[in-house]
């Protein structure tokens, strides 16, 4: 598996981790206290940075492949191509 394949997955995996203990903290009325709070808002956090990631990680694999840049002459190939100085 490539490694953008694997970040991928490892993203997504993430987004629903963080959507589900938000949704378990809810479920059991954990969200409403102080410590509930800030663990959901950390979650939903953690879910927005990865989304965030998603997101250009798409846009990125969506742009049309650039087209490769020509090397340089090496030195030695300009030089050869230069005519001799002539001395008197």
């Known amino acids: 598996m490539s490694d953008r394949g694997f970040l991928f997955l490892f993203s997504v995996l ?5 959507g589900a203990s938000v949704a378990y903290l809810v479920a059991t009325g954990q969200a409403a206290t102080v ?8 979650a939903l956090l953690l879910a927005a940075g ?7 990680l798409i846009r990125r694999a969506m742009e049309p492949a650039k087209p490769a840049v020509q090397a340089p002459k090496t030195a030695a190939a300009s030089s050869a191509a230069k005519p001799a100085a002539v001395q008197s």
């Open 14 to 18: 993430m987004i629903a981790a963080g």
């Open 35 to 42: 410590d509930g709070l800030f663990l959901t808002l950390t």
């Open 50 to 56: 990865f989304l965030m990631y998603l997101i250009y």
